[in-house]
């Protein structure tokens, strides 16, 4: 049973926010911290379940403001491998405990952050390559399984897609297409697995009007805000986020 007091309202309701905007203006990247914080007061499994429609709801409501602008190979293949991408982890995650889900969450909020942290600093660069099938199924595997356990499939797409050097709209345009397919190829295995329920689709609607929120000032900030500023800050609620699901698993 999920508890809807104030607690629930008090990081639900920034979280899903926060995750409309980056979904609706920020590439997805980190979009998964609104899954990551939301499982600070509810199972990780609910909080899969709650978060899974929202996302749906904010693809829906994106879609028409970037129709056409994507990069259409490189969103067929990412489409393309996220298929064995989310079978895989439709498996494990029938057989996995829960806890185990926490410390992949909270390792892969870290890793994000390291990761955006280093390209910043200019210890990592991510060069322009020409566009390869084998290279997107690839990257498109890891974001479906990723996207399925913990609704982290932006990270690795976005490394794909800054290979290709795309502008920021095709970039954002891109992972809003991906990510609209492979959340409906997450849809029918989470029915199947039980991580919907009444509770989880009793916290969707309630928090539904936020993610619509969010949506709507992530399409507004695409061309307003910078990205350095709504990452700053992106970053800072991560490792908070990460560590503490971390400790909780450990």
Known sequence: MIEFGW???????????FGGISKGGFGSGAAFAAGAILALVV???AALGIVLPLFMLVDAATLKPYWGKWHWPSAKGLMIGAVPGC???AFLYAVVDGDVFRLLIGVICLAFVAF???RALGWLTVRTMPFS?????FAGLISGFTSFVSHAGGPPSAVFL????LSKTAFQATTVVVFWAVNWMK??????????SWDTLMGSLLLAPFALLGAWIGVKAHHLVPERLFFGLTYVLLVITGVRLIWVAI
């Open 187 to 196: 849809a029918v295995p989470y029915a199947f697995l039980g991580i919907f």
């Open 43 to 45: 199972p990780p499994g």
């Open 116 to 118: 955006q942290m280093s």
């Open 133 to 137: 099938a084998p290279w997107a199924w």
């Open 162 to 165: 800054l290979s290709q050097g």
């Open 87 to 89: 079978i895989i982890a």
């Open 7 to 17: 607690q629930f309202f008090a990081v639900g309701i920034p979280a899903i926010i």
